[in-house]
């Protein structure tokens, strides 16, 4: 997987402040030829960096895309199933990044009768 340094801003500072500083970077560049430079810089592959925080950053990353994954894995049990997924405990689902957690709810999800029976500990 390629780690851009659009992807590194989204960690840092969050998706939609990333998304909002890189369009209005592009943006004031206009047709430039910094602006050619600027989508070059962002497509740049920064995995080659080995500090502490890059490590800690890619750690943070992969196990948020696991979770990520688990969540939607949860959901999708669960409407396969027939069961209707409230907004509710879809938010929860998705806003949870406890593996363990996902886990237990993605175990549950194959023999509850309602999506909330996910949430009640045994």
């Known amino acids: 997987m390629v780690n851009s340094s659009h992807e590194a801003m989204h960690r840092i500072v969050g998706e939609e402040t990333a998304i909002i500083f890189?369009?209005?970077t592009e943006l004031g560049l206009g047709n430039t030829p910094a602006a050619?430079?600027?989508r070059n810089l962002m497509a740049?592959?920064?995995?080659?960096?080995?500090?502490?925080s890059s490590q800690r950053l890619r750690a943070e990353g992969k196990a948020e895309g696991r979770a990520e994954g688990?969540?939607?894995a949860?959901?999708?049990?669960?409407?396969?199933?027939?069961?209707?997924?409230?907004?509710a405990v879809r938010a929860r689902i998705n806003g949870c990044a406890d593996a363990d957690t996902l886990a237990r709810w993605l175990a549950r999800a194959l023999s509850v009768e309602r999506a909330e029976e996910l949430f009640v500990d045994a």
Not at 44 to 52: A, G, H, K, N, T
Not at 74 to 87: F, H, P
């Open 36 to 38: 050619q430079i600027w």
């Open 70 to 72: 688990k969540a939607e």
């Open 74 to 87: 949860v959901v999708q049990v669960l409407e396969q199933r027939g069961i209707t997924v409230a907004d």
């Open 44 to 52: 740049i592959d920064l995995s080659f960096f080995r500090s502490e």
């Open 22 to 24: 890189s369009e209005l």
